[in-house]
RNA sequence: GCGCCUUUAGCUCAGCUGGUAGAGCAACGGACUCUUAAUCCGCAGGUCCUGGGUUCGAUCCCCAGAGGGCGCACCA
């Protein structure tokens, strides 16, 4: 080939050496093998194996052995060893890596000189014969080497790899290419939806789509993000819950339906708050609260074991077995066993005010006493909550669709799961009664109106669902997001979601 | 939104209360037929995030801004 068409004739502006440099010489380079006839993108390759696959099958090669088993393999170049006459090249796919043993006696002149011209990052097929080399490394000793896809972009150093934060959520094709953690984060978010899947198939869930643009916004208190129908010249709220359309299915007689689904909430960033996250939310006519946090345990226990291997996870250093059953504690005695005062939501409004002032908690002139001994289990308990915890019955106020509890006018029938300090599920017997959820409704918009931007409006229509009849039935919510954090024990969400909210990179 | 930290070559990082920058890897030229981040020799590569200011002189000090991280607030 024509080299110095890959180097050299640069215009007198180009930098000596960079990344224009660098990529001004592979695209020559491109341009040189079109030139010879060589197309640098070919349309495709059968590969015989994937590179596990041959691990699996001649991971046992003595060293210094070779068969006569013929394959073809693919990957990306990850490491180079230019001895000479001999080429060591480190190739990658998903299913891990593989050397090909590159001998220019046996790819000839014109094969050799294609293949020292391969870069770091290109895309390569390869035909040979397995084989181990003398110190044991497996290879594939290889007869040709074809271009599949040429690099135009230098990878990230290759020992070093890729670990600035920023280049890494903004460029996650670089971060998945060199951080095998990056691929192992999203390999046990996969394994846990696969896992909840699973179980929810066995236990005789049906999964639906329901829609994402909402006219109302509800089933959750958060601040939704707005947007708007042109054809329909229509304000509308992407959601921030599945629940009210899920139960609507409830009515409609689907008896055990779930979603994992994209909701987005109009609020603050953080390690643990992307705008967009994961729900999981099942619902089961003829279940309760009780049997809700039975199949919590059984969703997460599982996945875990699904995603890693085993039911042990760590949270803050500390190893702990999700298979042992996890405590359920009320929230007033949560709270009761912070502050060393009891609380209840029967109690006059001026005295959990000074309970919540000697905690530091803000009290909003909207709240009432339930929404404040919520927030003093917030500000008092919640972060101790290190081991996974079911806190049980909270009051009716901040549980708007929540039953209440037959034994306390005040509480609902409802827990959330806590683990490491912060929520990780949230579910409730249903409340079916459309007066009661009516009046519910009403209280909300009092709230709404008072100038609580995250309280709930009317909805007329799945009271009107509700109106139909719907079953005695138990509904949970999971943070798919969190709950791959903590199994694979990710520090921020922003390593378990492929592309978070970042604000947009100026080029 | 507030506070603290951070931004230097494609990547990973040095850079002395001020004298306009270095290394390793990658790249480029060369040697090498069993390497494992191959090794060895040589060579090149910079908007020191941006804009002001102070100074004879700023990667360094000051101010403002941008991106990112962490905490707080909000929330899941």
Same mark, same amino acid.
């Given at each position: 080939?024509?080299?110095?068409?890959?180097?050299?004739?640069?215009?007198?502006?180009?930098?000596?050496?960079?990344?224009?440099? /660098?990529?001004?010489?592979?695209?020559?380079?491109?341009?040189?093998?079109?030139?010879?006839?060589?197309?640098?993108?070919?349309?495709?390759?059968?590969?015989?194996?994937?590179?596990?696959?041959?691990?699996?099958?001649?991971?046992?090669?003595?060293?210094?052995?070779?068969?006569?088993?013929?394959?073809?393999?693919?990957?990306?170049?990850?490491?180079?060893?230019?001895?000479?006459?001999?080429?060591?090249?480190?190739?990658?796919?998903?299913?891990?890596?593989?050397?090909?043993?590159?001998?220019?006696?046996?790819?000839?002149?014109?094969?050799?000189?294609?293949?020292?011209?391969?870069?770091?990052?290109?895309?390569?097929?390869?035909?040979?014969?397995?084989?181990?080399?003398?110190?044991? /490394?497996?290879?594939?000793?290889?007869?040709?080497?074809?271009?599949?896809?040429?690099?135009?972009?230098?990878?990230?150093?290759?020992?070093?790899?890729?670990?600035?934060?920023?280049?890494?959520?903004?460029?996650?094709?670089?971060?998945?290419?060199?951080?095998?953690?990056?691929?192992?984060?999203?390999?046990?978010? %996969?394994?846990?939806?696969?896992?909840?899947?699973?179980?929810? %198939?066995?236990?005789?869930?049906?999964?639906?789509?329901?829609?994402?643009?909402?006219?109302?916004?509800?089933?959750?208190?958060?601040?939704?993000?707005?947007?708007?129908?042109?054809?329909?010249?229509?304000?509308?709220?992407?959601?921030?819950?599945?629940?009210? %359309?899920?139960?609507?299915?409830?009515?409609?007689?689907? /008896?055990?339906?779930?979603?994992?689904g994209r909701v987005f909430r109009n609020e603050g960033l953080s390690s643990r708050h992307n705008p967009e996250f994961t729900l999981m939310e099942l619902y089961q006519a003829f279940g309760d609260y009780t049997e809700m946090m039975g199949i919590t345990e059984h969703l997460i226990t599982t996945a875990a074991r699904d995603a890693t291997g085993s039911s042990v996870v760590t949270i803050d250093g500390t190893e702990i077995d999700l298979a042992v059953g996890w405590r359920r504690a009320r929230m007033i005695d949560l709270v009761a066993e912070a502050t060393g005062r009891e609380v209840h939501p029967n109690q006059p409004r001026e005295t959990l005010v000074a309970l919540a002032a000697e905690h530091e908690v803000r009290v909003q002139p909207y709240w009432g006493t339930g929404k404040i001994i919520e927030e003093l289990f917030g500000a008092t308990a919640e972060s101790s909550l290190r081991e996974p915890t079911f806190v049980t019955h909270h009051p009716v106020e901040v549980s708007p669709l929540a039953r209440v509890d037959p034994a306390d006018p005040h509480l609902t029938e409802r827990f959330e799961l806590h683990v490491g300090g912060r929520e990780l599920a949230n579910g409730y017997s249903e409340l079916n009664d459309p007066r009661e959820q009516r009046a519910r409704f009403e209280d909300e918009q009092r709230a709404k109106d008072a100038g609580n931007l995250e309280a709930g409006t009317v909805d007329e229509d799945y009271l009107r669902a509700l109106e139909y009849g719907m079953p005695p039935t138990g509904g949970l919510g999971i943070g798919i997001d969190r709950l791959t954090m903590l199994i694979s024990g990710a520090q921020s969400i922003r390593d378990v979601i492929l592309f978070p909210t970042l604000r947009p990179e100026v080029f």
């Open positions: 080939m024509d080299h110095e068409a890959t180097v050299g004739d640069s215009g007198a502006d180009d930098p000596a050496a960079g990344l224009e440099f /660098e990529r001004n010489r592979r695209t020559a380079h491109i341009d040189a093998l079109r030139g010879a006839g060589t197309n640098p993108y070919p349309h495709r390759f059968d590969r015989t194996h994937t590179l596990g696959e041959l691990r699996e099958l001649h991971g046992a090669l003595e060293p210094g052995t070779e068969t006569d088993v013929p394959v073809r393999v693919a990957g990306r170049i990850m490491l180079k060893r230019d001895q000479g006459k001999l080429i060591f090249i480190t190739v990658q796919d998903r299913t891990g890596t593989i050397q090909l043993f590159v001998s220019k006696s046996e790819v000839g002149e014109d094969g050799f000189a294609a293949i020292v011209e391969l870069d770091l990052g290109d895309w390569v097929g390869a035909a040979g014969i397995m084989m181990a080399t003398r110190k044991g /490394e497996l290879s594939v000793k290889t007869s040709s080497v074809s271009l599949l896809s040429k690099a135009v972009r230098p990878m990230p150093d290759k020992w070093r790899g890729l670990s600035d934060v920023e280049t890494r959520y903004r460029q996650r094709y670089a971060d998945l290419i060199v951080n095998d953690e990056a691929r192992r984060m999203f390999a046990v978010r %996969h394994e846990i939806i696969a896992s909840f899947r699973r179980t929810l %198939h066995d236990h005789g869930f049906i999964e639906v789509e329901t829609p994402v643009l909402h006219v109302e916004a509800g089933g959750a208190p958060a601040t939704p993000f707005v947007t708007h129908h042109n054809a329909l010249d229509m304000q509308l709220y992407l959601r921030i819950a599945l629940e009210l %359309h899920l139960k609507r299915l409830i009515v409609g007689g689907m /008896e055990r339906v779930y979603e994992i």
